[in-house]
């Protein structure tokens, strides 16, 4: 079993940044792709990014591509998500997800693992 935690969420101002970490228990991380959702009421939840091993491995939403940047720390069993000119638009409970193999995913069906989720709000 995996647990998953978030946090550095918060309220920004447009135009700004912020880096969500996700820190995972467990000894099998480094074997798990990792992924970044979010999620407005009523919506349904979102694919934001995704890593496999390494930053070779990843892919975007088209809604934050050259703007958001997902990356990894195997020593800390940690997966992070830079977030930079944020819009007013991106503001969303962000969700991290790990899946039982290395191959990354946009579908949301695909992991098996899900922390609490992390509030972000951009102001405008």
């Known amino acids: 079993q995996v647990q998953l935690v978030e946090s550095g969420g918060g309220l920004v101002q447009a135009g700004g940044s912020l880096r969500l970490s996700c820190a995972a228990s467990?000894?099998?991380?480094?074997?798990?792709?990792m992924g970044w959702f979010r999620q407005l009421p009523g919506k349904e939840r979102e694919f934001v990014a995704t890593?496999?091993?390494?930053?070779?491995?990843?892919y975007y939403a088209d809604s934050v591509k050259g703007r958001f940047t997902i990356s990894r720390d195997n020593a800390k069993n940690t997966v992070f998500l830079q977030m930079n000119r944020l819009q007013p638009e991106d503001t969303a409970v962000y969700y991290c997800?790990?899946?039982?193999?290395?191959?990354?995913?946009?579908?949301?069906?695909?992991?098996?693992?899900w922390g609490q989720g992390t509030q972000v709000t951009v102001s405008s």
């Open positions: 997800a790990g899946r039982r193999t290395l191959a990354p995913s946009t579908n949301r069906a695909a992991y098996d693992y």
């Open positions: 467990g000894r099998t991380f480094s074997n798990y792709a």
């Open positions: 890593i496999g091993w390494s930053a070779g491995n990843t």
